[in-house]
T-cell receptor
């Protein structure tokens, strides 16, 4: 029944060691989003895709990259994680034809040592 | 610019009613959403308002006034499991514009 799946749920990496977070969806939604959420803060949009069209938020650090090889999968690559990148990373999807909710995955909590 | 304000924390008693307010100032408006987020978990959708008025869904209701840039989420018959953060989010434009989230209101339900 899972609709938006994120792996792993918990990720520990070392300062400066590249890490990849993954998201997959069974909803066949056109739009996929990556958010960063730090404790007691609002989710902050990093980037989103409409199909393969990539949209990068102006204040997303260059350290963050994303790939969407097909409709179902989307990846977040952090090239050189810093201590400030420790956060919950949320993937969400939305149908391009449905104007309502975004469906969130369970999130990946990233710890940087 | 974008500005979405909601109280940081609220406390209410089990069985009571609580109203969580949200005010917004955005460049456009194409819908307001409320999400519930338990600690360490992803947000889950609660409600959507695009027209003025009250939307009721079980114990939860959401109200919108576009002219005032104001919404509230009303939770009735509070249960302990309602302790969570409640996020107000606005979609500024139609199409695929992402949601802009407020910082959330952390609700504690006490016995």
């Amino acid at each position: 029944d899972a609709m938006v799946i994120q792996n792993p749920r918990y990720q520990v990496t070392q300062f400066g060691k590249p890490v990849t977070l993954s998201c997959s969806q069974t909803l066949n939604h056109n739009v996929m989003y990556w958010y960063q959420q730090k404790s007691s803060q609002a989710p902050k949009l990093l980037f989103h895709y409409y199909d393969k069209d990539f949209n990068n938020e102006a204040d997303t650090p260059d350290n963050f990259q994303s790939r969407r090889p097909n409709t179902s999968f989307c990846f977040l690559d952090i090239r050189s994680p810093g201590l400030g990148d420790a956060a919950m990373y949320l993937c969400a999807t939305r149908s391009g034809r449905h104007y309502n909710e975004q469906f969130f995955g369970p999130g990946t909590r990233l710890t940087v040592l | 610019g974008q500005n979405i304000d909601q109280p940081t924390e609220m406390t209410a008693t089990e069985g009571a009613i609580v109203q969580i307010n949200c005010t917004y100032q955005t460049s456009g408006f194409n819908g307001l959403f409320w999400y519930q987020q338990h600690a360490g978990e992803a947000p889950t959708f609660l409600s959507y308002n695009v027209l003025d008025g009250l939307e009721e869904k079980g114990r939860f209701s959401s109200f919108l006034s576009r002219s005032k840039g104001y919404s509230y989420l009303l939770l009735k018959e509070l249960q302990m499991k309602d302790s969570a953060s409640y996020l107000c989010a606005v979609r500024e434009n139609s199409g695929n514009t992402p949601l802009v989230f407020g910082k959330g209101t952390r609700l504690s339900v006490i016995a």
